[in-house]
Structures are given as structure tokens and as C-alpha cells.
């Protein structure tokens, strides 16, 4: 039960480390870092040219089951976050049945222990399905496992439920995880409203359908004082104004998934059902503005918002196509291509985006650290390792994916839960 990381790049946020060292694991759980360690019976892990980094946390995961087993299931989920170097994943209550009751939490935890190679976190439902009329047992759920409550794709259209949300949530810390989205302004859209939208002949989707759900969020979370997160956020307003917010103390925390900062609404041209997704892909503005707002400080998190389809709802005419796109196993190498080796973050920034700050939204104690005494999830990456995506070969039954053949410098090398190697290159 004894596990020795040598001689890798340690960069640990939590403690200000950036240094070369050893890594000892005993029994699941960190037991010392230090320049060099007596291999003393240990089984060992060779990290020379390797980046040893707290366990990542991907927030925003769409795993489907219980329900739509044919889109993904929680072993095949959480094989893909293995792959792709995530040692934890926050599960959305899209589910059939939504996820609005502790029984339904149970069920699926049960199911990530039984079947998961990584550990699984339960988002529950804002509302009773998701519908946006009458609050969930949010206590119930937190008593179920939920580390957070969401109604994912759906916007909580109605103010004041949630303003009552924020206010029963913040009775035991738990942040409400909000879908920015004027439907009304949205209307029926299916990509970006521009040049190119217009060009292509598609709906259009404006940015202050986002925007103006932002503003009236951050209103609502300063006269309550409490936590809303920000899903997916994917327009230059939305970046300004949560930057303001933050200046002026609000209770705001946000996420930004790899396609908004990788693409924008002019890949769209291909009519690939695979750039079809909630947020849609925004202008070449909107991406400046959330690569500004990830140099900055401005952003809290990277989160992918894996959301698999099946080949024959996504085989279909733009308009009818489903919104979503995977993301588990493609978010960490385009994270290290565009954004460490392009020269905008630093590796340790990176770190904090995925693993230190994600944990400290969700209060998950003993993660995103690897301080003495926190558990061993460890996520080990190999910044030189040049990869092209293959769909292919994705874990995921997932294939929509709109980066399939792109060449990127940087992937995880070994993935590591509980001490326990999980995946390696």
C-alpha cells in the first residue's frame, strides 16, 4: 500500500511548491514530499520530466445515468475522466429521474462506488425536475452526498426561486451552480447571434441572453450574501461583470469550459453538429475576453461540461441537433496547448484552475491539496507529450467532439486515486 512518485515537478497551489521532489503515498493518503525519499519497499512511479499535481476536478460532468445509459454510463464516464487525467468529477441531474431527491443521489453514489475508477461528487437538482417551479429537498440532498445544487441546462428563470435557492443553500455552504440564460432572448437559437450566424443562415443565440441572467444573479447573490457559481460562462459581459462583482466582495465564483476559450462562432461554418453546444461557441471578442479573465485571476475554475450524445442524435441537420460536446478527455491537453505552452498561465495557475480552486468551491475536504494527511489523488502530466485526438479511442461512449484530429502539445501521463494508479500512459 505503498506508492513513491520520484523525482517529478511538484506544484501544489495550497502550499506555494514548484519544486522537484518526491512524493511518498501510504495507505491512500499523502504521507511526504521531500527531495528525496528511500524507496523502503514502495512500488515506484519514475516522474522525470513529469508534472506532479493534486488530483484534477472536473465540476461540470454529464454522466448520464441513471436513464440515458446509451449516451454514457458511470463506469464509462468515469474511464474517460481517468484517461483524461481527472481524479474526481461532479455528476449534473439531468437524469432520468432527475436527480431532486436524496434517493436518487444514493443511488447514483452507490453506483460510482461500485463502478467508478474515480470518485464521483452528486450535483442535485435546484428544482423538483428540474422544472424551475418548486425547490428541491436541497437538505435532504446534502444529507444524499450532494456537494452542490443545479438545474444544469435548465436557467432558474424565476427570481425569487432563485433567490430562496441561495438563501437554503448557504444553510450548509453549498454553492448554487446556475445556467446563465435568458430563454426568452435565447429564443429557440442554435449558435451565436452575428456575422456568421447570418451567414449561415442559422438562429442566433445574442450574448445578453447570458449577460443580463449574470447581472440579475450577482444581484440576488448580494443582498442574500450567498454562493452562486456561474456555469460555462462564455461572453465578454459576463466576464466584465463578474469581475466587477468579485471587486466589490459579492459571493460569486465562475467556470470556463475548454471549447469557449479553443473556438469561437466561425467554426461553425462547417455545419458539424459537433460546435453545437449551450453556451454556443461566441465571437473572436468574447474568446479574448475569457483568455483575459483566465490570465487575470477573473476565472475560478476549468470545468468541461461532458455532455455525450450518440452518433444518431447528433447525425442530424444543425437545427435538430442536440446541444453538447465530451469533453473529459480532451480538456487537460488543450488547457496545456493554448493556454501554459502559448505562454498566457503558468503551470501552477493551471493547477489551481483544475484541481486547488474546484475543491475549495465544493468544501471537498482532503482534495485539490497534496499537504501531509490529504487523500492521494494525484494527477501526473507530461507537458512535452505531443497527441492528436483520436475519437476513436475515446473511453467515452461519447464521439461528438469538435477537436477529432487536432494536434496538441501536453496530455496526463498517469492518473492516481486513493494512491491507487488508475490510468497511465
Not at 461532479?90 to 461500485?114: G, H, K, W
Not at 476559450?261 to 473572436?284: G, H, I, N, Q, W
Not at 468551491?361 to 499537504?371: N, T
Amino acid at each position: 500500500m505503498k506508492l513513491l512518485i520520484k523525482n517529478g515537478r511538484v506544484v501544489d497551489p495550497s502550499q506555494d511548491l514548484d519544486d522537484t521532489r518526491d512524493v511518498l503515498i501510504v495507505e491512500g493518503k499523502i504521507a511526504k514530499i521531500d527531495a528525496s525519499i528511500p524507496e523502503a519497499g514502495a512500488q515506484v512511479l519514475q516522474a522525470v520530466g513529469r508534472v506532479i499535481a493534486p488530483g484534477f476536478i472536473d465540476m461540470h460532468v454529464h454522466l448520464r445515468e441513471p436513464g440515458y445509459e446509451d449516451k454514457e454510463t458511470i463506469r464509462t464516464g468515469c474511464a474517460a475522466a481517468a484517461a483524461g487525467g481527472f481524479t474526481s468529477i461532479c455528476c449534473m441531474p439531468n437524469t432520468n429521474p432527475v436527480n431532486d431527491s436524496r434517493a436518487v443521489t444514493e443511488y447514483i453514489l452507490a453506483r460510482a462506488r461500485e463502478e467508478g475508477a474515480v470518485n464521483v461528487y452528486a450535483i442535485g437538482a435546484i428544482t423538483r425536475g428540474s422544472q424551475g417551479d418548486l425547490l428541491s429537498e436541497i437538505g435532504d440532498l446534502r444529507a444524499g452526498g450532494c456537494v452542490a445544487i443545479s438545474d444544469d441546462g435548465k436557467p432558474v428563470s424565476n427570481a425569487l426561486i432563485m433567490r430562496r435557492a441561495l438563501e437554503y443553500a448557504g444553510m450548509w455552504k453549498m454553492p448554487v451552480i446556475d445556467h446563465c440564460e435568458d430563454l426568452n432572448l435565447a429564443e429557440n437559437g442554435v449558435m451565436h447571434e452575428g456575422y456568421y450566424s447570418t451567414v449561415l443562415g442559422l438562429k442566433g443565440i445574442p450574448g445578453m441572453s447570458e449577460d443580463v441572467m449574470v447581472q440579475r444573479n450577482i444581484l440576488i447573490a448580494s443582498a442574500t450574501g450567498q454562493h452562486v457559481h456561474i456555469a460555462h460562462l462564455s461572453t465578454a459581459g459576463a466576464i466584465a461583470a463578474v469581475r466587477e462583482a468579485k471587486r466589490r466582495g459579492v459571493h460569486i465564483t465562475c467556470e470556463v469550459a475548454p471549447h469557449h476559450f479553443a473556438l469561437t462562432d466561425k467554426d461553425v461554418s462547417s455545419y458539424d453538429t459537433s460546435t453545437k453546444m449551450k453556451p454556443p461557441l461566441r465571437s473572436e471578442e468574447d474568446r479574448q475576453a475569457l483568455l483575459a479573465a483566465l490570465k487575470d485571476g477573473t476565472v475560478d475554475c476549468i470545468a468541461t461540461d461532458h455532455a455525450p450524445h450518440t452518433y444518431d442524435e447528433k447525425n442530424v441537420e444543425y437545427d435538430y441537433a442536440p446541444f453538447g460536446i465530451v469533453g473529459l478527455e480532451t480538456a487537460v491537453s488543450l488547457s496545456l496547448d493554448r493556454l501554459v505552452h502559448s505562454g498566457l498561465i503558468s503551470m501552477t495557475r493551471l493547477v489551481g484552475l483544475l484541481s486547488t480552486n474546484p475543491a475549495r468551491i465544493l468544501g471537498l475536504k482532503g482534495k485539490g491539496s497534496l499537504r501531509i494527511g490529504s487523500d492521494a489523488d494525484v494527477t501526473l502530466l507530461n507537458p512535452q507529450r505531443k497527441i492528436t485526438v483520436d475519437a476513436d479511442r475515446f473511453r467515452s461512449k461519447g464521439r461528438n467532439t469538435p477537436f477529432n484530429g487536432w494536434k496538441l502539445k501536453g496530455a496526463p501521463a498517469a492518473t492516481i486515486v486513493a494512491g491507487k494508479i488508475v490510468w497511465q500512459e
